[in-house]
């Protein structure tokens, strides 16, 4: 199976009319619809390399829906979401409804590699409050991971530093 969707997408992204953008009628595009169900690392690798890949895209074209990113950390698709992360157009910092960033679902779900990669291209996020006025490193700590809890923490702790400065 994985080798037919790798193949599958390898033409149709070799296809110069090919839209790696269009939406289902569920409004997900093909990135967005790869990271939600953890596909390959090779699909995602090959919709990225189309260079008109909206890696910000969201679900339902909606402003408050999940974008790429917190799909592939929703689904613990930690290759996909690593890839994400390497390209410097990605938005860490956007939310979806309730306010939560992909930082608040990685540190919930303990993926520690992705909240260290988050964390590396902007470390502000770290700060922000969901709706509930709750930060990644409060859910880290409520889901018992202590660890996380606390890199993420030594972050906001930098960001105060650093406002205090100026």
Not at 61 to 71: D, I
Not at 72 to 95: E, F, K, N, W, Y
Not at 137 to 162: F, T
Request: net charge positive; with cysteine.
């Amino acid at each position: 199976m994985t080798q037919d969707c790798n193949r599958v997408t390898e033409l149709l992204v070799a296809r110069p009319d090919c839209d790696v953008n269009a939406r289902t009628s569920d409004g997900e595009s093909a990135l967005f619809a790869a990271a939600h169900a953890g596909l390959s690392v090779r699909v995602v690798q090959l919709l990225l390399s189309r260079p008109d890949a909206d890696v910000n895209a969201r679900a339902y074209a909606a402003e408050g829906g999940p974008t790429v990113l917190m799909a592939a950390v929703a689904s613990r698709s930690v290759g996909p979401a690593l890839l994400l992360l390497q390209r410097t157009d990605i938005r860490v910092g956007d939310t979806k409804e309730g306010g939560d960033t992909a930082l608040h679902l990685a540190a919930y779900l303990g993926e520690s590699s992705i909240c260290r990669r988050i964390l590396q291209i902007d470390g502000s996020v770290a700060t922000r409050k969901n709706r509930r006025g709750v930060t990644p490193a409060d859910l880290a700590a409520i889901r018992g991971h202590s660890e996380l809890a606390a890199i993420i923490g030594k972050q906001i702790n930098r960001r105060s530093d650093l406002i205090a400065l100026r």
